[in-house]
């Protein structure tokens, strides 16, 4: 509720928000669920990045057919969700689809960089600390080319999860599948920016193809950038 209301406020109440469900059916609800899960097993169960990323292109066309779709569409993802939304956004099935991409704390691993980099079709922004040891966004910007439309907003620090429920106690845990120490705090400064530059710029993006330097900028100064769910406009 805490993220679903935020969304909504975002856009003064008048947006719907769809919550594309694709670790469940694959975890069963297991504790710590695919997060916690190496390169190896995500590819085995179908549970890697690209993978999910079809599973929001397979919804698409059933949102196309809703009587509340206006043909506005964000996509909204953290952590994993931001991982998959890196991949969806080069999909030609999502081409279009989508005025802007808004990916929270997305894992960025170099050991996790495709081969070659790929294209983004829509304009990305892309939040996180800048010394998160598993988001490592500037690593980001090497996934895509160097046209993507990528812009990177980075805060001070190492905190990983700083835009979770403000009642969660702060606490560091240990990802043994990344080999990573992992800072959780929420940081009401960095969510609050974040809440407030998003809903502004994808409200232009709504209107425009290009709003804020969205060709790629750092924190405010301009430079060159590369590099679960959706929320749906009434």
Not at 11 to 37: E, P, R, S, W
Not at 71 to 91: I, K
Request: aromatic content about 12%; some cysteine; hydrophobic content about 35%.
């Amino acid at each position: 509720g805490f993220h679903l209301d935020k969304l909504k406020s975002a856009f003064d109440g008048d947006v719907n928000v769809l919550m594309v469900q694709v670790f469940d059916d694959i975890t069963n609800g297991a504790k710590d669920g695919v997060c916690f899960l190496d390169a190896a097993r995500q590819n085995a169960i179908g549970a890697n990045s690209v993978a999910l990323a079809r599973k929001v292109a397979d919804v698409l066309p059933w949102v196309r057919q809703q009587p509340w779709f206006s043909g506005t569409a964000h996509y909204f993802g953290f952590s994993q969700g931001g991982r998959v939304g890196l991949f969806a956004n080069s999909m030609g099935r999502t081409k279009g689809f989508f005025k802007s991409f808004n990916l929270i704390w997305p894992m960025c691993l170099p050991e996790y960089t495709p081969p070659n980099p790929i294209s983004a079709h829509t304009p990305t922004r892309i939040y996180a600390t800048e010394n998160d040891p598993i988001s490592q966004p500037r690593n980001c910007l090497s996934i895509y080319s160097p046209d993507s439309p990528i812009e990177l907003r980075l805060f001070p620090g190492d905190v990983h999860s700083w835009a979770t429920h403000p009642s969660i106690p702060p606490h560091t845990n240990y990802w043994a599948n990344y080999g990573k120490s992992v800072s959780h705090r929420y940081v009401k400064e960095y969510a609050d920016e974040m809440w407030s530059t998003w809903s502004d710029w994808a409200k232009c993006m709504e209107k425009a193809d290009s709003c804020n330097g969205s060709s790629g900028h750092e924190r405010g100064a301009p430079s060159r950038a590369r590099g679960s769910g959706s929320g749906l406009r009434d």
